[in-house]
C-alpha cells in the first residue's frame, strides 16, 4: 500500500514570498491533515478535511494560509505572504474515517530567510 | 480544550534496557483515544501503539507497552530491550472520537546508546 506522500521535501524562500506545498493522501483515505510543526515542538494542526469538505480550521492563518482539496483526494497548502516565522515542517497525515489511525507523510521542510 | 504534556524533552538509554516516557493529558471527556508516535531524522511519523481509553486493559505491540491510568490521566510508554533503531522523537496525542483532531504533545527526544 502506498503510502502518504509530499513534496517538496525542501523548500528555502525568502519572506513575502508564496510558497505551495502538495500532498498526496493514501488511497480511499476520506480524511486529511496538515500540521505544522516548529523546530522542538509537536505537531500543530493547521487544518482538516473530510473528503473535500473543511471539518476544522480553526488554527489556520487564514490571512495569509490557504488549503484546498479539489475532488476529495489531493491536497494543496499555500502560503502567501511568507513570514520568517512560518519556518516549520509541514506535515499531511490521513486516515480512513478519522477514527482510525492516522498515518503521516515525510512532510516538507520550509526554510524562509 | 484538551491539552498534552511531556515533561521529559529528553531522555537516554542503554541498548538491551527498558526506558519509559512520561506522558499526562488533560480532558473532560470520558471516552477518548491515545497514542504513541515515533518520528526519526526521516521526519515521517509513526504509530507506535494506541489505547481506547474505555479499555482498561493497557496496549501491548511486541517490545512496547502502556501503563495508562485513566484517573490520573497518565499514559506512559514502556519501551523494553530498547535498540539502536528506537532512536527518535517519540510523541504523546490525543484524540477525541468523532471530532478526528490529534493533539500532540511537544516530545521526548530519546536517544538509545550502545
Known amino acids: 500500500e502506498a503510502g502518504v506522500a509530499q513534496s517538496p521535501r525542501y523548500k528555502i524562500i525568502e519572506k513575502r514570498q508564496s510558497v505551495a506545498f502538495w500532498c498526496n493522501p493514501i488511497?480511499?483515505?476520506?480524511?486529511l491533515y496538515w500540521y505544522q510543526q516548529i523546530l522542538g515542538q509537536g505537531p500543530k494542526l493547521l487544518i482538516q478535511?473530510?473528503?473535500?469538505?473543511?471539518?476544522?480550521d480553526s488554527q489556520l492563518p487564514k490571512d495569509r494560509f490557504s488549503a484546498e482539496r479539489l475532488k476529495g483526494v489531493d491536497s494543496t497548502l499555500k502560503i502567501q505572504p511568507a513570514k520568517l516565522e512560518d519556518s516549520a515542517v509541514y506535515l499531511c497525515?490521513?486516515?480512513?474515517?478519522?477514527?482510525?489511525?492516522?498515518?503521516f507523510g515525510q512532510g516538507t521542510r520550509l526554510t524562509v530567510v | 480544550a484538551q491539552t498534552v504534556t511531556q515533561s521529559q524533552p529528553e531522555m537516554s538509554v542503554q541498548e538491551a534496557e527498558t526506558v519509559t516516557l512520561s506522558c499526562t493529558y488533560d480532558?473532560?471527556?470520558?471516552?477518548?483515544?491515545l497514542f504513541w508516535y515515533k518520528q526519526p531524522p526521516s521526519r515521517q511519523m509513526i504509530l507506535v501503539i494506541r489505547?481506547?481509553?474505555?479499555?482498561?486493559q493497557n496496549a501491548t505491540e511486541n517490545r512496547f507497552s502502556v501503563n495508562f491510568q485513566k484517573a490520573a490521566k497518565s499514559f506512559s510508554l514502556k519501551i523494553s530491550d530498547s535498540q539502536l533503531g528506537d532512536t527518535a522523537m517519540y510523541f504523546c496525542a490525543f484524540m477525541k472520537p468523532n471530532t478526528d483532531k490529534l493533539i500532540f504533545g511537544t516530545g521526548t527526544r530519546l536517544q538509545v546508546f550502545p
Open positions: 489505547q481506547e481509553a474505555y479499555k482498561q
Open positions: 497525515a490521513s486516515s480512513l474515517d478519522g477514527n482510525t489511525e492516522a498515518f
Open positions: 488511497s480511499g483515505h476520506a480524511t
Open positions: 478535511f473530510q473528503n473535500n469538505g473543511v471539518v476544522d
Open positions: 480532558t473532560s471527556e470520558n471516552n477518548y483515544y
